[in-house]
């Protein structure tokens, strides 16, 4: 691996060794339950630094791979707000940013709200880098610290139920879901989404291309009832032309503590984060709901992508 731009282009072997890698990496993140830390700093990139740009809001996956890096014994250069506070505002390429930052960072991770800016970032860097998301096109760490959740909490990747419910169109999280699931057998897709957020014609087709079993729907009660795993989004708004658009479908899902009476009692709910109405917060407490857990499985995930990146 040179670079991680694409979910799509990581292998079955990539993929299976970077779920080993992080599972070696539990112990120096995971929280105790009741929130006591057992965190601890490991020796391997002593010395490496990771620059991470950000022309997009984050709160997670930005302080989740400085957290990584930190923890895997490195340092940190972090630029959050890019597109008002760089040279990107003087007008700098995207190719000239990768350039000049790979002099001093040894990785990169960037986020750019443009599908296809953090390949463009790349072709100029030389180092490693990270797509941290790309406007509605991939994000492929949250793919992979998702399964990651999966193998860990429901206990398997393979021949098991996933219901992706909300803005199938424009989440990028559920695209490298998608992408990443290819890669083991019987996993079977229920897509629940209004008619105007369907999942883009090409990822549908490409998973029954590939002998998936994969079902669209409007309702929300079918598919939870079914489901091993939920794995809820937020309605992307800023990928919305207007506010109204936006308004049509606000609230559209939202998970109660009524609707998980109904979910399978070994099934678990997944949400990457942020949430603004689609969960109900009473859910919190019911222990199949896993969107906190995913975030110190977000650390871990990160910890193996940036040393297998950095060959360390
Ligand atoms: C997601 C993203 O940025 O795509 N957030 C995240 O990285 N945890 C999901 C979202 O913004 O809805």
């Known amino acids: 691996m040179k670079h991680l731009l694409s979910s799509k282009e990581l292998t079955q072997e990539e ?5 080993a890698r992080a599972k070696e990496f539990l112990p120096v993140v995971r929280h105790e339950p009741g929130g006591a830390g057992v965190h601890k700093r490991v020796g391997l990139a002593e010395g490496k630094l990771l620059a991470t740009l950000f022309y997009e809001p984050s709160t997670r996956t930005r302080f989740s791979f400085e957290t990584a ?17 760089s040279s990107a505002k003087k007008g700098e390429t995207l190719f000239d940013t990768g ?64 219901a992706m419910v909300g803005d199938l169109k ?12 290819k890669h083991f057998s019987g996993v079977k ?4 989404s209004p008619e105007g957020l369907k999942m883009p014609d090409q990822i549908t087709e490409d998973l029954k291309a590939s002998g998936f079993s994969v079902t669209e729907m409007e309702k929300l009660e ?4 079914e489901a091993d795993v939920i794995s809820h989004t937020r309605i992307q708004q800023e990928r919305f032309a207007s506010e109204e ?66 060959g360390v």
């Open 245 to 310: 658009e936006y308004l049509k479908y606000k609230g559209v899902y939202v998970i109660t503590p009524d609707i998980m009476k109904t979910a399978k009692e070994s099934a678990i709910l997944m949400h990457p984060l942020p949430r603004v109405d689609e969960i109900d917060r009473a859910v919190d407490l019911d222990p199949r709901a896993k969107y906190f857990e995913q975030v110190s499985y977000g650390v871990t995930m990160r910890m193996a992508i940036l040393a297998e990146l950095l």
């Open 15 to 19: 993929t299976l060794k970077l779920l």
């Open 69 to 85: 890096m930190f923890r895997l014994g490195g340092g940190v250069i972090s630029n959050a707000q890019m597109e008002t506070a």
């Open 189 to 192: 897709f229920l897509f629940v």
């Open 170 to 181: 424009n989440s990028r999280v559920l695209h490298s879901e998608c992408a990443l699931l």
């Open 99 to 162: 350039r000049v930052v790979s002099e001093m960072a040894d990785i990169i991770a960037v986020r750019h709200y443009r599908e296809g800016a953090c390949a463009e970032l790349a072709l100029g860097s030389r180092v490693p880098v990270i797509n941290a998301g790309d406007g509605a096109g991939d994000h492929p760490t949250q793919g992979l610290l998702d399964i990651f959740t999966i193998s860990e909490e429901l206990g398997r990747l393979t021949d098991f139920t996933i």
């Open 222 to 225: 079918g598919a939870i009832a």
